[in-house]
């Protein structure tokens, strides 16, 4: 039975002679006129195109790959910071996985697949055939983002370089200004006294975010209360470095957890004190996330869009590969960097009767 679908499948499959004969030319025109390649009248290449397109012709990608010496392959690789088991955790996250899903879908419609790699495979790189690849969130020297360099390949980034702020191959939140706007609700729903909670890490989105919150704090004339916790015991941490904010002689009465995995130890360490949110304490989370929308009360929170996030990150890396491909075509104009746009949902861990 097996045997007989894939059978099916394949002669239903549309070749290039099925185009040729259709459009009453030779295979190798059809071939060239597709690729762009061969002396092919316009008004031919554009008629075999239309008729290639009505057909439903995909290229083989074996052909394409031994035609162009390319796999068709797109490596994606979430952050490991420094521990591979890490990624596992990462992996569950709502904001990795809607930016792989996204961009998996935008690299299906250039003939590409996405390959997630474990931070573990880079030294086997050269060995992996994949045309490029994109990094999330990646630290100061990245050891992910080197491999690609080092073999060559072209390489994006979801947010900015540490060590290479200027390069403008990425795609990225605007996070200080979220982190601003979210300061301001705070403010706005009554905080006087607000910490912060935030990761060790070095990465860019998490240098952006505490500067702003330095900025507002000191611009306030407020002290500047920060505790950080490390990105393999993100939870736990923030449960630990929240309790410590909520017992001190001058407790905090609003905490910004920078990341959606600290807002949930957050609020484990309010629970256990019988601190009543937002009555006592408003919380807020830098990212959104499944994680923290569906708990009560739901916790405000920045959403990045991280599905935009995905989907521009592999349009800019196939922009990036045609262009080093083709380098001498002008037409080819890349804008770089992608700034994404965020939006803050405004929920009832900082608002008993939050908007609609």
């Not at 071939?31 to 092919?40: C, D, I, M």
Request: with cysteine.
């Amino acid at each position: 039975m097996a045997k007989r679908e894939t059978s099916e499948r394949a002669r239903s499959r549309v070749t290039i002679r099925d185009v040729a004969s259709v459009a009453g030319v030779s295979t190798t025109t059809v071939s060239h006129a597709l690729n762009g390649k061969g002396r092919v009248d316009v008004a031919t290449r554009e008629r075999v195109a239309a008729i290639a397109e009505r057909l439903g012709y995909r290229p083989s990608r074996a052909a394409r790959a031994l035609r162009t010496q390319e796999s068709g392959a797109i490596a994606f690789l979430v952050p490991a910071f420094e521990r591979p088991g890490t990624q596992a955790e990462m992996l569950s996250l709502d904001l990795y996985m809607r930016q792989i899903a996204a961009a998996a879908q935008a690299l299906y419609r250039h003939d590409y697949s996405l390959t997630l790699m474990p931070a573990a495979s880079v030294g086997d790189l050269p060995d992996l055939g994949v045309d490029g690849g994109i990094v999330c969130d990646p630290t100061n020297h990245d050891p992910l983002v080197g491999a690609f360099e080092e073999q060559g390949l072209p390489v994006v980034t979801i947010e900015r370089r540490p060590d290479a702020p200027s390069d403008r191959w990425h795609v990225r939140a605007d996070n200080e200004a979220n982190t601003l706007e979210l300061l301001d609700h705070l403010a706005a729903a009554g905080a006087q006294a607000i910490g912060m909670i935030g990761i060790t890490a070095d990465i860019a989105w998490a240098r952006e975010t505490e500067t702003a919150f330095r900025t507002w704090c000191e611009g306030r004339g407020l002290p500047v209360r920060i505790d950080y916790v490390s990105p393999h015991e993100m939870t736990e941490g923030a449960q630990r470095a929240a309790g410590e904010m909520l017992d001190a002689s001058e407790p905090v009465d609003a905490i910004f957890a920078s990341a959606q995995l600290l807002a949930s130890g957050v609020m484990r360490a309010a629970d256990e004190r019988g601190v009543d949110v937002p009555g006592d304490l408003l919380v807020a989370s830098g990212i959104d996330g499944r994680e923290i929308s569906a708990v009560r009360p739901a916790i405000t929170a920045i959403d990045v869009r991280p599905s935009d996030q995905g989907a521009a990150a592999a349009e800019l890396l196939i922009a990036r590969i045609r262009a080093e491909a083709d380098p001498g075509d002008q037409a080819i104009e890349i804008e770089a960097p992608v700034i994404t746009a965020s939006s803050l949902h405004i929920r009832a861990s900082t608002a008993p009767n939050p908007p609609a």
